[in-house]
């Protein structure tokens, strides 16, 4: 009788579903994420590919506009992504969630951006 109860509590608890969580990527995981892969997502209402080399420069390709090298990083002590273009006068941070398998761009002033990975060095745009 006990191994039946048992094997019950044990089937009804393995039939809850887990609770998901969104996890912030530590700095080591945002640069395992990143170096060497593309992201895709939208920005600003249109599509965007962002490769992200090895050596620390980095390459945003939007369609219909001309593409811009940065500089790309992953700070320790924030545990954030930062870049910087050649515009900018100071590196600009963004956290990097993920959640149920999706990653998000994060920051304090814009709502979470969604955005996938692709392996390698993949900027060109695939004509629809």
């Known amino acids: 009788m006990k191994r039946r109860v048992a094997l019950a509590f044990l089937c009804a608890l393995l039939a809850v ?12 995981d ?5 170096t060497g892969n593309t992201a895709v997502g939208i920005w600003d209402g249109r599509a965007y590919r962002q490769y ?6 980095t390459i945003f390709a939007q369609e219909g506009t ?7 990083r992953s700070d320790a002590e924030r545990d954030e992504f930062q870049s910087i273009w050649p515009s900018d006068t100071e590196w600009e941070g ?3 969630m993920e959640y149920l398998g999706d990653y998000f761009w994060v920051s304090k002033t814009t709502p979470p951006t969604p955005f996938k990975i692709l ?8 004509p629809k």
């Not at 001309?66 to 790309?72: A, H, I, L, T, V």
């Not at 392996?119 to 695939?126: D, E, M, P």
């Open 52 to 57: 992200f080399d090895p050596d620390g420069t």
């Open 17 to 28: 579903p887990a609770v998901a969580q969104s996890v912030k990527l530590k700095a080591e």
């Open 94 to 96: 963004w956290y990097v």
């Open 119 to 126: 392996n390698g060095r993949r900027l060109a745009f695939v």
């Open 66 to 72: 001309p593409s811009s090298q940065g500089e790309w």
């Open 30 to 34: 945002i640069t395992a994420l990143l």
